[in-house]
């Protein structure tokens, strides 16, 4: 095992006759204060960080997703979360990420991440399933 700032992960690695690494993973422990080590994980591996953002109309902000699921510098949110029930839709559905789910406020966006940009979109539902829509916003970490 490996505790490097504050988080601790187990290691698991093979070894040749050698005695040399031919494989080797890494499991991150969830954190025993988080209601939601599930979400917690996905956030941190997916969200979390600083980015510029910009939006469809070209105004540039800063943003902050955290690993528990806080939301800074996007007027109107202050939480995200990201969807992640694997059985209600197809093989090929949208990710999405909501801000201020489960609240009158809520709203969704499909996203794609490449490299270290995130882009949301507008979701567009059909009867059986749902697609991107127009660009909304453009995330690049900071």
């Known amino acids: 095992y490996n505790i490097f700032v504050g988080d601790t992960s187990l290691i698991l690695s093979i070894y040749n006759k050698d005695k040399k ?4 993973t890494q499991y991150l422990k969830a954190p025993k204060n988080s209601e939601e080590p599930l ?10 960080g600083s980015y510029k953002a910009e939006d469809s109309s070209g105004q540039i902000s800063i943003l902050k997703f955290t690993n528990d699921g806080q939301l800074y510098g996007l007027p109107n949110y202050k939480k995200y979360y990201v969807l992640t029930d694997f059985v209600a839709e197809s093989d090929n559905s949208v990710d999405q990420v909501c801000f201020d789910i489960q609240t009158n406020n809520q709203r969704c966006y499909g996203f794609t991440i490449k490299a270290d940009t995130i882009k949301l979109y507008d979701l567009k539902e059909n009867e059986d399933t749902t697609q991107l829509g127009e660009l909304k916003y453009k995330l690049v970490r900071e």
Not at 39 to 48: E, I, S, W
């Open 21 to 24: 690494i031919t494989y080797q």
């Open 39 to 48: 979400q917690y994980m996905v956030n941190k591996t997916l969200f979390a």
